[in-house]
């Protein structure tokens, strides 16, 4: 493909737990550019037999916020990101079979667990680490589809599609996989880069069912005539839709506007992927033990990282002290009231699994505390404080570790995402790691989507080195300088091992 003239054109679709923005960005070698045009609430819908996506929703937000795309210039291409793990199943026909489950449902609880424990299960914890590299967790799509086991979904199933890889099947009526999210499956070889057919047909699945691999950068398709007049497009254009990193945390990753290797990430928002970009995945049984994954990035890097609950914790306390009616839960206060309350008093481990669903978080908080010995917090600001710490706690561990575990060494965390507009926690976050914290950009998920697009198209990008230069030249970030005040080793040394 030719270089362009022009700045490219290019729709970023991207998807949240809890809410989805489309995005409008120009890009060009010298030129990033990024504006929202729509954005959505999203989360799940409580139905008698689950916690569900509704994806039909979410697809009708995408055309409206390409709609509005088209209705203010020209559409050069189109890339969606996502969250990982969840899918939907196709029939033989190509039609939806049933709502997707998120993965906050309550089906795949203790399933891992005991297909682990069952030795005629055909599963066991270092043979799955030793091909997929992947975190054992209860949500993985393995132990969703080994939920699933002699479902009539599942028994009728001809095809399944990862969420943004099924999003962009209903735009251009191609079926495939983007490796970065079929990288988080646990069904996916982190060797070879390729299906694990052995463990696809172990967790119930016809190997069949899995579709094509696809990298980031190529392209799925063009948009469907249908879909192409409901978004306003004249009549015969052509516009692609761009495989990206559609692991939102893939894309994330391409937006760090790193300067060289020796960086570590935080990607910041409703979870915190934790950890470091890395050219071969670590597949250790020192790595399984502490239970770190390896997924893949885009330009055939890893992730190598661990999910940590994130902000959902505090987002679902606001959440519920908002039902209730109580006062100065906003977040801009409760993060000015927070930063004056006394730090490390109580400290929990941010990444119990009992903070994994909807329901009352600051309750769930104080019991953690309690079981631990902690002071109990009794306000929001002190619970807010707990949340706060724990998380700066979780991610000094997290990357100390990863480094330890990869043999080598970081001298800046950089905070990516939504929490790092977050000053307190940026703040917290470099007096825990004992390193400068840079923090943007707030939408690292969206402009790594685009720069991808903006390759895939022409656009003279072409490595992760020159992606991340663009994003520096363009995008201002804040820097927080680590201070030694606080006996973090002490506050860490509370925690359960």
Same mark, same amino acid.
């Given at each position: 493909m030719s270089t362009p003239t022009t700045a490219m054109r290019v729709a970023a679709v991207d998807l949240g737990a809890t809410s989805g923005r489309i995005m409008v960005a120009t890009v060009s070698p010298t030129t990033l550019h990024l504006e929202e045009v729509h954005r959505f609430p999203n989360g799940g819908v409580r139905a008698h037999d689950g916690l569900f996506w509704d994806v039909l929703g979410i697809h009708r937000e995408i055309l409206a916020g390409l709609t509005k795309v088209v209705a203010t210039g020209r559409l050069d291409a189109v890339g969606i990101d996502s969250w990982a793990v969840d899918y939907g199943l196709l029939d033989r026909d190509g039609r939806l079979l049933g709502n997707p489950y998120t993965y906050r449902d309550s089906r795949t609880d203790g399933v891992a667990e005991q297909a682990l424990a069952d030795p005629g299960s055909?599963?066991?914890?270092?043979?799955?680490?030793?091909?997929?590299?992947?975190?054992?967790?209860?949500?993985?799509?393995?132990?969703?589809?080994?939920?699933?086991?002699?479902?009539?979904?599942?028994?009728?199933?001809?095809?399944?599609?990862?969420?943004?890889?099924?999003?962009?099947? !209903?735009?251009?009526?191609?079926?495939?996989?983007?490796?970065?999210?079929? #990288?988080?499956?646990?069904?996916?070889?982190?060797?070879?880069?390729?299906?694990?057919?052995?463990?696809?047909?172990?967790?119930?699945?016809?190997?069949?069912?899995?579709?094509?691999?696809?990298?980031?950068?190529?392209?799925?398709?063009?948009?469907?005539?249908?879909?192409?007049?409901?978004?306003?497009?004249?009549?015969?254009?052509?516009? /692609?839709?761009?495989?990206?990193?559609?692991?939102?945390?893939?894309?994330?990753?391409?937006?760090?506007?790193?300067?060289?290797?020796?960086?570590?990430?935080?990607?910041?928002?409703? !979870? #915190?992927?934790?950890?470091?970009?890395?050219?071969?995945?670590?597949?250790?049984?020192?790595?399984?033990?502490?239970?770190?994954?390896?997924?893949?990035?885009?330009?055939?890097?890893?992730?190598?990282?661990?999910?940590?609950?994130?902000?959902?914790?505090?987002?679902? #306390?606001?959440?519920? !002290?908002?039902?209730?009616?109580?006062?100065?839960?906003?977040?801009?206060?409760?993060?000015?009231?927070?930063?004056?309350?006394?730090?490390?008093?109580?400290?929990?481990?941010?990444?119990?699994?009992?903070?994994? /669903? /909807?329901?009352?978080?600051?309750?769930?908080?104080?019991?953690?505390?309690?079981?631990?010995?902690?002071?109990?917090? #009794?306000?929001?600001?002190?619970?807010?404080?707990t949340i706060l710490d724990s998380l700066a706690l979780a991610y000094r561990r997290h990357l100390r570790t990863a480094a330890r575990l990869a043999g080598r060494d970081f001298s800046v965390v950089h905070v990516v995402g939504g929490g790092s507009h977050n000053s307190l926690l940026c703040q917290l976050t470099a007096d825990a790691c004992g390193v400068p914290v840079l923090a943007g950009p707030g939408e690292a998920a969206a402009l790594g989507n685009v720069l991808v697009q903006g390759r895939a198209l022409g656009v003279d990008l072409p490595d992760l080195p020159a992606m991340r230069a663009l994003l520096r030249r363009t995008h201002e970030l804040g820097r927080f300088e680590p201070s030694a005040a606080l006996d973090w080793d002490a506050a860490e040394a509370r925690l359960p091992r």
């Open positions: 055909g599963f066991d914890a270092a043979g799955l680490y030793a091909t997929t590299g992947l975190q054992q967790l209860q949500f993985n799509t393995l132990w969703q589809l080994v939920a699933a086991r002699g479902t009539a979904a599942l028994e009728q199933a001809e095809t399944l599609l990862m969420l943004p890889d099924l999003l962009g099947y !209903w735009l251009t009526g191609e079926v495939g996989a983007e490796r970065t999210n079929a #990288s988080t499956t646990q069904l996916y070889d982190a060797t070879t880069g390729e299906w694990a057919t052995e463990l696809v047909e172990k967790a119930g699945l016809r190997a069949g069912v899995l579709p094509p691999l696809r990298d980031p950068g190529s392209v799925v398709g063009h948009l469907l005539p249908a879909i192409a007049e409901a978004i306003g497009l004249p009549e015969g254009a052509q516009v /692609p839709v761009v495989a990206v990193g559609s692991h939102d945390t893939a894309s994330a990753v391409v937006g760090v506007p790193a300067a060289n290797e020796d960086f570590a990430y935080v990607s910041s928002g409703t !979870w #915190s992927l934790v950890g470091l970009e890395l050219p071969e995945p670590v597949l250790t049984e020192e790595a399984r033990l502490a239970d770190f994954t390896n997924e893949g990035g885009v330009d055939g890097t890893v992730r190598f990282l661990k999910n940590v609950m994130g902000l959902w914790v505090l987002s679902e #306390s606001q959440k519920r !002290w908002a039902e209730r009616g109580v006062p100065g839960t906003d977040l801009a206060t409760l993060l000015a009231a927070a930063a004056d309350a006394e730090p490390l008093r109580t400290v929990v481990d941010i990444n119990d699994p009992r903070l994994l /669903p /909807p329901g009352d978080m600051p309750a769930r908080v104080q019991r953690l505390a309690e079981e631990a010995g902690e002071p109990v917090p #009794s306000t929001p600001v002190e619970i807010a404080r």
